[in-house]
Protein backbone atom coordinates (compact mmCIF):
# COMPACT_ATOMS: atom_id res chain seq x y z
CA UNK A 1 0.00 0.00 0.00
CA UNK A 2 0.90 3.26 -1.02
CA UNK A 3 0.27 6.82 1.69
CA UNK A 4 1.58 9.69 0.85
CA UNK A 5 2.83 12.21 2.95
CA UNK A 6 1.02 15.18 1.87
CA UNK A 7 4.58 16.73 0.63
CA UNK A 8 4.03 15.93 -3.52
CA UNK A 9 4.32 18.00 -6.04
CA UNK A 10 4.73 18.18 -9.99
CA UNK A 11 4.72 15.11 -11.34
CA UNK A 12 4.36 12.05 -9.43
CA UNK A 13 4.95 8.52 -10.63
CA UNK A 14 3.90 5.89 -8.29
CA UNK A 15 6.45 2.86 -8.03
CA UNK A 16 5.50 -0.60 -8.75
CA UNK A 17 7.32 -1.73 -5.93
CA UNK A 18 8.82 -0.80 -2.09
CA UNK A 19 11.02 -1.91 0.29
CA UNK A 20 10.92 -2.34 3.67
CA UNK A 21 13.43 -3.87 6.26
CA UNK A 22 15.24 -5.08 2.80
CA UNK A 23 11.91 -7.04 1.43
CA UNK A 24 10.17 -5.53 -1.67
CA UNK A 25 6.67 -5.68 -1.62
CA UNK A 26 4.42 -5.16 -4.83
CA UNK A 27 2.05 -2.02 -4.83
CA UNK A 28 -1.80 -2.99 -4.88
CA UNK A 29 -3.47 -0.56 -3.30
CA UNK A 30 -3.43 3.49 -2.95
CA UNK A 31 -4.36 4.05 0.45
CA UNK A 32 -7.24 6.18 2.25
CA UNK A 33 -6.12 9.75 1.79
CA UNK A 34 -2.90 9.07 0.58
CA UNK A 35 -2.61 12.40 -1.56
CA UNK A 36 -5.32 14.09 -0.34
CA UNK A 37 -4.63 17.65 -0.36
CA UNK A 38 -2.04 17.70 -2.06
CA UNK A 39 -2.59 20.89 -4.10
CA UNK A 40 0.66 21.18 -6.07
CA UNK A 41 0.78 17.78 -7.61
CA UNK A 42 0.07 18.70 -11.63
CA UNK A 43 0.49 14.67 -12.83
CA UNK A 44 0.54 11.02 -11.65
CA UNK A 45 1.50 7.82 -13.08
CA UNK A 46 -0.28 5.44 -11.33
CA UNK A 47 1.54 1.43 -11.98
CA UNK A 48 -0.13 -1.40 -13.53
CA UNK A 49 0.42 -3.28 -10.25
CA UNK A 50 -2.61 -1.62 -8.24
CA UNK A 51 -6.01 -3.06 -8.33
CA UNK A 52 -7.49 -0.46 -5.14
CA UNK A 53 -7.53 3.13 -4.89
CA UNK A 54 -8.50 3.88 -1.82
CA UNK A 55 -11.31 6.58 -0.12
CA UNK A 56 -9.87 10.50 -0.94
CA UNK A 57 -6.88 8.86 -2.33
CA UNK A 58 -6.70 11.73 -4.99
CA UNK A 59 -9.07 14.21 -2.77
CA UNK A 60 -8.60 17.95 -3.70
CA UNK A 61 -5.82 17.71 -5.41
CA UNK A 62 -6.53 21.23 -7.58
CA UNK A 63 -3.67 21.41 -9.74
CA UNK A 64 -4.26 18.21 -11.06
CA UNK A 65 -4.98 18.12 -15.09
CA UNK A 66 -5.64 14.52 -16.34
CA UNK A 67 -5.36 10.84 -14.75
CA UNK A 68 -5.18 7.89 -16.67
CA UNK A 69 -6.04 4.53 -14.36
CA UNK A 70 -4.68 1.81 -15.86
CA UNK A 71 -6.65 -1.75 -16.48
CA UNK A 72 -5.36 -3.34 -13.19
CA UNK A 73 -7.74 -1.24 -11.30
CA UNK A 74 -10.93 -3.18 -10.25
CA UNK A 75 -11.72 -0.74 -7.47
CA UNK A 76 -11.96 3.10 -7.04
CA UNK A 77 -13.65 4.00 -3.62
CA UNK A 78 -15.99 6.67 -2.43
CA UNK A 79 -14.17 10.85 -3.05
CA UNK A 80 -11.29 9.01 -4.48
CA UNK A 81 -11.25 12.35 -6.37
CA UNK A 82 -13.61 14.38 -4.93
CA UNK A 83 -12.76 18.46 -5.60
CA UNK A 84 -10.00 17.78 -8.01
CA UNK A 85 -10.86 21.38 -9.64
CA UNK A 86 -8.28 21.34 -11.87
CA UNK A 87 -9.25 18.02 -13.81
CA UNK A 88 -10.03 18.24 -17.63
CA UNK A 89 -10.23 14.75 -18.48
CA UNK A 90 -10.47 10.94 -16.33
CA UNK A 91 -9.24 7.73 -18.45
CA UNK A 92 -11.16 4.90 -16.70
CA UNK A 93 -9.89 1.12 -16.23
CA UNK A 94 -12.21 -1.29 -18.00
CA UNK A 95 -12.62 -3.66 -15.11
CA UNK A 96 -14.55 -1.41 -12.87
CA UNK A 97 -17.97 -1.94 -11.71
CA UNK A 98 -19.49 0.73 -9.96
CA UNK A 99 -18.54 4.65 -10.07
CA UNK A 100 -18.99 4.92 -6.41
CA UNK A 101 -20.18 7.82 -4.49
CA UNK A 102 -18.92 11.29 -4.55
CA UNK A 103 -16.09 10.03 -6.44
CA UNK A 104 -15.66 13.17 -9.00
CA UNK A 105 -17.88 15.54 -7.08
CA UNK A 106 -16.95 19.12 -8.11
CA UNK A 107 -14.04 17.93 -10.47
CA UNK A 108 -15.32 21.41 -12.27
CA UNK A 109 -13.57 21.57 -15.44
CA UNK A 110 -14.02 17.92 -16.03
CA UNK A 111 -14.95 18.27 -19.62
CA UNK A 112 -15.58 15.01 -21.15
CA UNK A 113 -16.21 10.96 -19.52
CA UNK A 114 -16.58 7.24 -21.02
CA UNK A 115 -18.07 5.23 -18.37
CA UNK A 116 -16.71 1.25 -19.03
CA UNK A 117 -18.67 -1.33 -20.24
CA UNK A 118 -17.95 -3.14 -17.38
CA UNK A 119 -19.63 -0.57 -14.25
CA UNK A 120 -23.57 -1.58 -14.04
CA UNK A 121 -24.18 1.02 -11.35
CA UNK A 122 -22.97 5.30 -11.06
CA UNK A 123 -23.84 6.04 -7.34
CA UNK A 124 -25.03 9.14 -5.62
CA UNK A 125 -23.39 12.29 -6.52
CA UNK A 126 -20.72 10.40 -8.80
CA UNK A 127 -20.24 13.50 -10.87
CA UNK A 128 -22.45 16.20 -9.48
CA UNK A 129 -21.53 19.87 -9.30
CA UNK A 130 -18.70 19.33 -12.35
CA UNK A 131 -20.13 22.32 -14.04
CA UNK A 132 -18.46 21.71 -17.33
CA UNK A 133 -19.04 18.12 -18.00
CA UNK A 134 -20.37 18.34 -21.63
CA UNK A 135 -20.13 14.94 -22.93
CA UNK A 136 -21.09 11.64 -20.88
CA UNK A 137 -20.67 8.40 -22.81
CA UNK A 138 -23.04 5.67 -20.71
CA UNK A 139 -22.68 1.97 -21.03
CA UNK A 140 -24.95 -0.68 -22.23
CA UNK A 141 -24.53 -2.51 -19.04
CA UNK A 142 -25.14 0.32 -16.84
CA UNK A 143 -28.01 -0.47 -14.40
CA UNK A 144 -28.58 2.28 -12.36
CA UNK A 145 -28.09 5.67 -11.85
CA UNK A 146 -27.80 7.30 -8.05
CA UNK A 147 -29.21 10.20 -6.92
CA UNK A 148 -27.85 13.41 -7.97
CA UNK A 149 -25.35 11.49 -10.16
CA UNK A 150 -24.95 14.12 -12.62
CA UNK A 151 -26.90 16.93 -10.56
CA UNK A 152 -25.66 20.58 -11.22
CA UNK A 153 -23.96 19.43 -14.29
CA UNK A 154 -24.68 22.72 -15.94
CA UNK A 155 -22.99 21.84 -19.15
CA UNK A 156 -24.87 18.78 -20.07
CA UNK A 157 -26.98 19.33 -23.31
CA UNK A 158 -28.21 16.01 -23.82
CA UNK A 159 -27.83 11.96 -22.33
CA UNK A 160 -28.50 8.57 -23.64
CA UNK A 161 -29.57 6.93 -21.19
CA UNK A 162 -29.28 2.71 -22.13
CA UNK A 163 -31.51 0.13 -22.23
CA UNK A 164 -30.44 -1.80 -19.70
CA UNK A 165 -30.58 1.03 -17.19
CA UNK A 166 -33.06 0.27 -14.34
CA UNK A 167 -33.60 2.62 -11.83
CA UNK A 168 -32.72 6.35 -11.37
CA UNK A 169 -32.61 7.99 -8.56
CA UNK A 170 -34.02 11.29 -6.97
CA UNK A 171 -32.82 14.38 -8.73
CA UNK A 172 -30.58 12.53 -10.83
CA UNK A 173 -29.93 15.08 -13.22
CA UNK A 174 -31.31 18.27 -11.63
CA UNK A 175 -30.26 21.49 -13.00
CA UNK A 176 -28.93 20.34 -15.70
CA UNK A 177 -29.89 23.56 -16.98
CA UNK A 178 -28.92 22.74 -20.68
CA UNK A 179 -30.17 19.35 -20.81
CA UNK A 180 -32.83 20.13 -23.78
CA UNK A 181 -34.19 16.71 -23.95
CA UNK A 182 -34.60 13.46 -22.03
CA UNK A 183 -35.67 9.62 -23.28
CA UNK A 184 -36.87 6.90 -20.89
CA UNK A 185 -36.14 3.47 -21.71
CA UNK A 186 -38.44 0.65 -21.22
CA UNK A 187 -36.12 -0.85 -19.19
CA UNK A 188 -36.60 1.35 -16.55
CA UNK A 189 -38.72 0.43 -12.99
CA UNK A 190 -37.93 3.46 -10.61
CA UNK A 191 -37.54 6.84 -10.99
CA UNK A 192 -37.08 9.46 -8.37
CA UNK A 193 -38.67 12.30 -7.72
CA UNK A 194 -37.54 15.52 -8.84
CA UNK A 195 -35.09 14.11 -11.38
CA UNK A 196 -35.74 16.90 -14.02
CA UNK A 197 -35.69 19.24 -11.50
CA UNK A 198 -34.37 23.03 -12.35
CA UNK A 199 -33.73 21.70 -15.69
CA UNK A 200 -34.37 24.87 -17.22
CA UNK A 201 -34.23 24.41 -21.04
CA UNK A 202 -35.81 20.91 -21.28
CA UNK A 203 -37.83 20.92 -23.71
CA UNK A 204 -38.81 17.20 -24.53
CA UNK A 205 -39.73 14.28 -22.20
CA UNK A 206 -40.30 10.98 -23.63
CA UNK A 207 -41.00 7.24 -22.02
CA UNK A 208 -40.93 4.17 -24.19
CA UNK A 209 -43.83 3.21 -25.10
CA UNK A 210 -43.14 -0.61 -23.92
CA UNK A 211 -42.50 0.68 -20.56
CA UNK A 212 -44.60 -1.02 -18.35
CA UNK A 213 -44.19 1.34 -15.21
CA UNK A 214 -44.00 4.82 -16.55
CA UNK A 215 -45.08 6.50 -19.27
CA UNK A 216 -45.25 9.91 -21.31
CA UNK A 217 -49.29 9.57 -22.62
CA UNK A 218 -50.78 11.50 -25.14
CA UNK A 219 -47.18 13.07 -26.02
CA UNK A 220 -47.91 14.91 -22.80
CA UNK A 221 -43.82 15.62 -22.26
CA UNK A 222 -43.96 14.60 -19.15
CA UNK A 223 -43.04 11.34 -17.22
CA UNK A 224 -45.75 9.58 -15.60
CA UNK A 225 -46.27 6.74 -12.84
CA UNK A 226 -48.51 4.53 -14.72
CA UNK A 227 -49.96 2.35 -12.12
CA UNK A 228 -50.88 5.11 -9.56
CA UNK A 229 -51.13 8.25 -12.49
CA UNK A 230 -48.86 10.45 -11.07
CA UNK A 231 -47.49 13.24 -12.56
CA UNK A 232 -43.54 12.73 -11.21
CA UNK A 233 -41.74 15.22 -13.63
CA UNK A 234 -42.63 17.77 -16.43
CA UNK A 235 -41.10 20.51 -18.47
CA UNK A 236 -41.67 24.42 -19.93
CA UNK A 237 -43.81 21.93 -23.06
CA UNK A 238 -45.92 19.87 -20.82
CA UNK A 239 -49.61 19.20 -21.33
CA UNK A 240 -50.75 17.71 -18.20
CA UNK A 241 -53.37 14.91 -19.77
CA UNK A 242 -56.56 13.51 -18.72
CA UNK A 243 -56.45 10.44 -16.32
CA UNK A 244 -53.74 11.99 -13.95
CA UNK A 245 -54.78 11.77 -10.30
CA UNK A 246 -51.75 13.48 -8.44
CA UNK A 247 -49.12 15.84 -9.59
CA UNK A 248 -46.08 14.87 -7.55
CA UNK A 249 -43.80 16.93 -4.82
CA UNK A 250 -41.57 19.52 -6.99
CA UNK A 251 -43.06 18.33 -9.96
CA UNK A 252 -42.35 21.50 -12.35
CA UNK A 253 -40.00 22.92 -9.69
CA UNK A 254 -38.52 26.05 -11.54
CA UNK A 255 -39.31 25.02 -14.51
CA UNK A 256 -39.26 28.95 -15.50
CA UNK A 257 -40.07 28.67 -19.01
CA UNK A 258 -43.66 26.83 -17.79
CA UNK A 259 -45.72 29.74 -19.69
CA UNK A 260 -49.50 27.56 -19.11
CA UNK A 261 -51.29 24.86 -16.86
CA UNK A 262 -54.22 23.19 -17.35
CA UNK A 263 -55.34 21.12 -14.09
CA UNK A 264 -57.69 18.46 -15.79
CA UNK A 265 -60.83 17.05 -14.41
CA UNK A 266 -58.80 14.10 -12.98
CA UNK A 267 -56.75 15.60 -10.68
CA UNK A 268 -57.52 14.83 -7.25
CA UNK A 269 -53.98 16.30 -5.62
CA UNK A 270 -51.09 18.54 -5.68
CA UNK A 271 -48.27 18.04 -4.08
CA UNK A 272 -45.31 20.10 -2.25
CA UNK A 273 -43.55 22.90 -4.16
CA UNK A 274 -45.23 21.09 -7.13
CA UNK A 275 -45.03 24.84 -8.93
CA UNK A 276 -42.82 26.53 -6.84
CA UNK A 277 -40.13 28.85 -9.08
CA UNK A 278 -42.22 29.12 -12.19
CA UNK A 279 -41.54 32.03 -12.94
CA UNK A 280 -42.71 32.69 -16.59
CA UNK A 281 -46.44 31.12 -15.14
CA UNK A 282 -48.72 33.80 -17.04
CA UNK A 283 -52.28 31.49 -17.46
CA UNK A 284 -53.52 28.75 -14.98
CA UNK A 285 -56.69 27.41 -15.22
CA UNK A 286 -58.85 24.15 -14.11
CA UNK A 287 -61.13 22.31 -16.12
CA UNK A 288 -64.80 23.08 -14.57
CA UNK A 289 -65.20 19.39 -14.40
CA UNK A 290 -62.63 19.38 -10.99
CA UNK A 291 -64.24 18.52 -8.04
CA UNK A 292 -61.43 19.30 -6.18
CA UNK A 293 -59.69 22.23 -7.52
CA UNK A 294 -60.93 25.51 -9.82
CA UNK A 295 -59.71 29.30 -11.05
CA UNK A 296 -63.54 30.69 -10.27
CA UNK A 297 -64.27 33.97 -12.52
CA UNK A 298 -60.78 33.02 -15.13
CA UNK A 299 -58.96 33.55 -11.77
CA UNK A 300 -55.98 32.44 -13.41
CA UNK A 301 -54.88 31.30 -9.56
CA UNK A 302 -55.25 27.73 -8.25
CA UNK A 303 -57.65 27.43 -5.51
CA UNK A 304 -58.66 24.44 -3.29
CA UNK A 305 -62.24 24.15 -3.82
CA UNK A 306 -63.44 22.61 0.03
CA UNK A 307 -61.25 25.08 1.55
CA UNK A 308 -61.86 28.13 -0.71
Same mark, same amino acid.
Given at each position: MIAGEKKY???????????????????????????? +????????? #???????????? %? &????????????????????????????????????????????? +????????? #???????????? %? &???????????????????????????????????????VKTIGFAAFCLCVKLDSIFIPSSVTYIGNSVVECCLNLASIEVDANNTNYDSRDSCNAIIETSTNTLISGCQNTVIPQGITTIANDAFYYCSYLASVVIPQSVTTIGRDAFTGCSGLTSIKVDPGNAHYDSRDDCNALIETSKN
Open positions: SGDLVIPSTTTLNDTVYLVTRIGKSAFD +FCTDLTSVE #IPGSVTYIGVRA %F &ADCRQLTTIEIPNSVKYIAEQAFQRCKGLTSATLPNKLKSINCVT +FNECVHLAS #IEIPQSVTSIED %F &AFGHCYYLSIVVLPDSLESIGEEAFGRCYSLTSIQIPQS
